[in-house]
């Protein structure tokens, strides 16, 4: 499979608990987004790298958030001191230069309790 | 800011029939880009078609086409000949065409479309 794939898929945590996501974006694309969706709403953007540097945080990104993307290949966001309202689906994207279509993983859903 | 409305919240339709959901948005820009993303349950987001603010032809892709209004920044999404495999959520979403610091989509809250056998 050449997606997007982020891991877990799944995580249920205890609030006050630090969570960390996965994003492995196709391998050509340079650019990685994370979009957070809740229930019922569109997603809402982050973040986003270009290759290795990060360019542009929402203000959603609260200092409990930070995001890194070492190599300019995988992706990781960081959640720390987990809140009940963190609970939602966090989507990673990457895109592809030429047409600049963006292309999502399955992403991973966060429970906090 | 530019903000993205899909006032649908749920649509249905008959297999085999035409459906179309409606989104409007507001930007003071003159040049952007327009998406639909469909997301079935479960799985992962995909765009659907694409439409560039500066060009006047509709986009088609098979069975799906928009109708853009710029003046009226409408933009609403056309499925033909509707399958079951149609059933999911979509949102309407907007890029800035900036170059710099506009990266980001904004997207509507969705329309769940379910296609009735």
């Known amino acids: 499979d050449t997606g997007v794939s982020q891991d877990p898929r799944h995580k249920i945590t205890k609030r006050g608990q630090n969570v960390t996501f996965r994003c492995d974006p196709i391998?050509?694309?340079?650019?990685l987004y994370w979009y957070r969706q809740t229930l019922g709403q569109g997603p809402e953007f982050l973040t986003y790298?270009?290759?290795?540097?990060?360019?542009?945080k929402s203000r959603l990104l609260s200092d409990r958030f930070s995001a890194e993307r070492p190599k300019g290949s995988f992706s990781t966001l960081e959640i720390q001191r987990t809140e009940q309202g963190d609970s939602a689906m966090y989507l990673c994207?990457?895109?592809?230069?030429?047409?600049?279509?963006?292309?999502f993983g399955e992403g991973s859903r966060l429970t906090v309790l | 800011a530019q903000t993205v409305t899909q006032s649908q919240p749920e649509m249905s339709v008959q297999e085999a029939e035409t459906v179309t959901l409606s989104c409007t948005y507001d930007?003071?820009?003159?040049?952007?880009?327009l998406f639909w993303y469909k997301q079935p349950p479960s799985r992962q987001m995909i765009l659907v078609i694409r439409?560039?603010?500066?060009?006047?032809q509709n986009a088609t892709e098979n069975r799906f086409s928009v109708n853009f209004q710029k003046a009226a920044k409408s933009f609403s999404l056309k499925i033909s000949d509707s399958q079951l495999g149609d059933a999911a959520m979509y949102f309407c979403?907007?890029?800035?065409?900036?170059?710099?610091?506009?990266?980001?989509?904004?997207f509507g809250t969705g329309t769940r479309l379910t296609i009735i056998p």
């Open positions: 994207a990457s895109r592809e230069a030429h047409t600049g279509e963006l292309f």
């Open positions: 930007t003071s820009e003159s040049d952007y880009y």
């Open positions: 439409q560039e603010a500066y060009k006047q």
């Open positions: 790298f270009q290759n290795e540097a990060q360019l542009e």
């Open positions: 391998s050509e694309h340079n650019r």
């Open positions: 979403a907007y890029r800035s065409a900036a170059i710099w610091g506009n990266e980001k989509l904004t």
